[in-house]
Structure formats: structure tokens, C-alpha cells
């Protein structure tokens, strides 16, 4: 199982935002789209990542004055990041140990999507639950 496959899934839609951008917008970005990170790009390069981590952190050692901060100035940085041809497995290794949740997808210097970590889970659950139905359906067959 690779990460190209799981993007297959959940499609390679990238949500992101500008380091220049204020924190309360990355806030509303968030809400709006109901996702808990974002890729900080400029042109095509990801230059960090934005998370509700970034915004607790924020809050936390300067108030909300903190919403008024560039998100390249809270954000996380330097990135990791995976490739599409990463086993899945691998990634879910790397978030675990680094305690990450959500990892871009980097081709040739380009972002071609964006996973995270429920995203790894889901797809890991759903291939168990098709290995199990294809083997309840062998046995049955028997």
C-alpha cells in the first residue's frame, strides 16, 4: 500500500496558505474547511506546516495578539514530507515517531497532495475489513 493509492482514495486537493498570511485567517481557513493543518507554501515550495498545534502554541506564549502573527512565524518548520511512492506503512512510522499528524506529498520538488494521519488510518482499516470479507467469503465457499 502507498501513498499514491491512499490520495487515489481521498483525492490530491491541497489546501494551503502563504506565510504572510495572518493566523486568524489560517484560524478561519481551518474552520471553514473543517481540517486541522495546512501546507505553508510559496510558488510550489512547502516551507512549513500550520496546525491547530501552531495555534495553541501561539495562544499560549502570546495571547491573542498571537492572532495578529504571520503564520510563517508560528508555523512548523522545517517539514517532513513523504512521496507518493512511500509505503504507507512508512509514513504512518514517521509520524508516529516524530508526533506528527499530516505529512505533504512531494514529487519532483512539487506538492501532488497532502495525508494525514487519520487519512492513513482509514485506508489501513478498510483494506483489513476487504482482506477479512475476502476470506469469510473463501472459507464460505469451501
Given at each position: 500500500?502507498?501513498?499514491?493509492?491512499?490520495?487515489?482514495?481521498?483525492?490530491?486537493?491541497?489546501?494551503?496558505?502563504?506565510?504572510?498570511?495572518?493566523?486568524?485567517?489560517?484560524?478561519?481557513?481551518?474552520?471553514?474547511?473543517?481540517?486541522?493543518?495546512?501546507p505553508?507554501?510559496?510558488?510550489?515550495?512547502?516551507v512549513?506546516?500550520?496546525?491547530?498545534?501552531?495555534?495553541?502554541?501561539?495562544?499560549?506564549?502570546?495571547?491573542?495578539?498571537?492572532?495578529?502573527?504571520?503564520?510563517?512565524?508560528?508555523?512548523?518548520?522545517?517539514?517532513?514530507?513523504?512521496?507518493?511512492?512511500?509505503?504507507?506503512?512508512?509514513?504512518?512510522?514517521?509520524?508516529?515517531?516524530?508526533?506528527?499528524?499530516?505529512?505533504?506529498?512531494?514529487?519532483?520538488?512539487?506538492?501532488?497532495?497532502?495525508?494525514?494521519?487519520?487519512?492513513?488510518?482509514?485506508?489501513?482499516?478498510?483494506?483489513?475489513?476487504?482482506?477479512?470479507?475476502?476470506?469469510?467469503?473463501?472459507?464460505q465457499?469451501?
Amino acid at each position: 500500500m502507498t501513498i499514491a493509492a491512499i490520495l487515489r482514495g481521498k483525492g490530491d486537493a491541497v489546501i494551503s496558505i502563504g506565510p504572510n498570511a495572518s493566523v486568524a485567517d489560517a484560524v478561519a481557513l481551518l474552520a471553514e474547511k473543517g481540517i486541522g493543518a495546512l501546507p505553508v507554501m510559496t510558488a510550489d515550495e512547502v516551507v512549513g506546516i500550520f496546525s491547530e498545534r501552531d495555534v495553541i502554541h501561539a495562544l499560549a506564549a502570546g495571547g491573542t495578539a498571537a492572532l495578529d502573527r504571520t503564520v510563517g512565524d508560528v508555523m512548523t518548520s522545517p517539514v517532513e514530507s513523504i512521496g507518493p511512492r512511500d509505503p504507507a506503512i512508512g509514513a504512518l512510522s514517521l509520524m508516529t515517531q516524530r508526533r506528527i499528524r499530516h505529512l505533504p506529498v512531494v514529487e519532483a520538488g512539487r506538492v501532488v497532495g497532502f495525508v494525514s494521519i487519520g487519512d492513513l488510518v482509514k485506508y489501513r482499516i478498510d483494506r483489513i475489513e476487504a482482506d477479512a470479507a475476502a476470506l469469510r467469503d473463501y472459507i464460505q465457499s469451501a
